[in-house]
């Protein structure tokens, strides 16, 4: 069982920085690789970026690859979300979501993480 909080959303220019963070709860999280997904009104849920469990494998969707980096702290239960050069298509609600591997393949399934937070809120105005 694995409990997952973000926090750090707000509202943000464009070209501004936000930085998420998602808290997990027990201590199994190094074993879950995390992935940050968002969801704009009226879209599915996409995949943003990905981390395997030891930190040294990353992933990113084309759209925020070179601005967005994910990192995680396994001594925190924590894993990141930093956000530079933000623009208005970046408006969604950010979801943490967590999968037991070990691996180093990043899935970008929805259907693949059996743990997601509640999401937190991220505008960008123009």
């Known amino acids: 069982q694995v409990q997952l909080v973000e926090s750090g959303g707000g509202l943000v220019q464009a070209g501004g920085s936000l930085r998420l963070s998602c808290a997990a709860s027990g201590r199994t999280f190094s074993s879950c690789a995390m992935s940050w997904f968002r969801q704009a009104p009226g879209k599915d849920r996409e995949f943003v970026g990905g981390i395997s469990l030891s930190g040294l494998v990353t992933s990113y969707a084309d759209s925020v690859r070179g601005r967005f980096t994910i990192s995680r702290d396994n001594a925190k239960n924590t894993v990141y979300l930093q956000m530079n050069s933000l623009k208005p298509e970046d408006t969604a609600v950010y979801y943490c979501?967590?999968?037991?591997?070990?691996?180093?393949?990043?899935?970008?399934?929805?259907?693949?993480?059996?743990?997601w937070g509640q999401g937190t809120q991220v505008t960008i105005s123009s």
């Open positions: 979501a967590a999968r037991y591997y070990s691996g180093s393949y990043l899935s970008r399934l929805r259907y693949e993480y059996g743990y």
